[in-house]
Protein backbone atom coordinates (compact mmCIF):
# COMPACT_ATOMS: atom_id res chain seq x y z
CA UNK A 1 0.00 0.00 0.00
CA UNK A 2 1.27 3.47 -0.86
CA UNK A 3 0.22 6.87 1.46
CA UNK A 4 -0.08 9.74 -0.26
CA UNK A 5 2.49 12.95 1.56
CA UNK A 6 -0.90 14.04 3.32
CA UNK A 7 -1.53 10.48 4.71
CA UNK A 8 1.75 10.28 6.12
CA UNK A 9 1.61 13.78 7.65
CA UNK A 10 -1.66 12.80 9.35
CA UNK A 11 -0.77 9.46 10.75
CA UNK A 12 2.95 11.05 12.18
CA UNK A 13 0.78 13.80 13.83
CA UNK A 14 -1.74 11.02 15.67
CA UNK A 15 1.42 9.24 16.50
CA UNK A 16 2.86 12.32 17.56
CA UNK A 17 -0.65 13.27 19.37
CA UNK A 18 -0.98 9.95 21.35
CA UNK A 19 2.81 9.93 22.23
CA UNK A 20 2.19 13.10 23.74
CA UNK A 21 -0.70 11.68 25.50
CA UNK A 22 0.82 8.96 27.20
CA UNK A 23 4.10 11.13 28.41
CA UNK A 24 1.73 13.82 30.06
CA UNK A 25 2.60 17.24 30.28
CA UNK A 26 5.85 18.89 29.12
CA UNK A 27 8.71 19.38 32.16
CA UNK A 28 9.27 22.57 32.68
CA UNK A 29 12.45 24.39 31.66
CA UNK A 30 13.27 24.54 35.97
CA UNK A 31 13.18 20.91 35.56
CA UNK A 32 14.97 20.70 32.02
CA UNK A 33 17.42 22.64 34.38
CA UNK A 34 17.37 20.33 37.07
CA UNK A 35 17.71 17.09 35.06
CA UNK A 36 21.24 18.27 33.32
CA UNK A 37 22.52 19.32 36.75
CA UNK A 38 21.98 16.51 38.66
CA UNK A 39 19.57 17.89 40.93
CA UNK A 40 16.65 15.42 40.20
CA UNK A 41 15.67 12.22 42.00
CA UNK A 42 15.31 9.41 40.28
CA UNK A 43 11.64 9.03 39.55
CA UNK A 44 11.81 12.84 38.19
CA UNK A 45 14.83 12.06 36.23
CA UNK A 46 13.12 8.98 34.70
CA UNK A 47 10.41 11.43 33.40
CA UNK A 48 12.27 14.06 32.20
CA UNK A 49 14.53 11.10 30.28
CA UNK A 50 11.29 9.67 28.67
CA UNK A 51 10.41 12.98 26.96
CA UNK A 52 14.27 13.44 26.09
CA UNK A 53 14.11 9.91 24.07
CA UNK A 54 10.82 10.81 22.50
CA UNK A 55 11.96 14.41 21.89
CA UNK A 56 15.92 14.47 21.32
CA UNK A 57 15.79 18.34 19.68
CA UNK A 58 14.64 19.05 23.13
CA UNK A 59 17.87 17.81 24.58
CA UNK A 60 20.12 20.10 21.92
CA UNK A 61 17.70 23.05 22.99
CA UNK A 62 18.53 22.79 26.68
CA UNK A 63 22.84 22.01 25.99
CA UNK A 64 22.92 24.87 23.85
CA UNK A 65 24.65 28.15 25.10
CA UNK A 66 23.05 31.14 25.51
CA UNK A 67 24.26 34.35 24.47
CA UNK A 68 25.45 36.17 27.11
CA UNK A 69 23.91 39.30 27.90
CA UNK A 70 24.90 42.39 27.23
CA UNK A 71 24.84 45.67 30.16
CA UNK A 72 21.71 47.43 28.93
CA UNK A 73 20.39 44.90 26.38
CA UNK A 74 17.31 43.23 29.18
CA UNK A 75 15.48 42.80 26.41
CA UNK A 76 17.32 39.81 24.93
CA UNK A 77 17.64 37.96 27.67
CA UNK A 78 13.96 37.91 27.87
CA UNK A 79 13.51 37.14 24.05
CA UNK A 80 15.82 34.38 24.28
CA UNK A 81 13.87 32.69 26.91
CA UNK A 82 10.91 33.10 25.40
CA UNK A 83 12.79 31.27 22.08
CA UNK A 84 14.09 28.55 24.56
CA UNK A 85 10.51 28.11 25.52
CA UNK A 86 8.75 28.07 22.16
CA UNK A 87 11.60 25.65 20.85
CA UNK A 88 10.84 23.05 23.58
CA UNK A 89 7.33 23.39 23.52
CA UNK A 90 6.83 22.39 19.75
Not at 35 to 47: K, L, N, P, S, V
Not at 62 to 80: K, R, V
Amino acid sequence: MTYTKKEMIEVVAEMMAEECERLGELPTAEEFEMYFTGEMDAAAAGRVRRFLVAYPEIAKVCTEAFPIEEEGDAGMAEDTWDRFNDRIRH
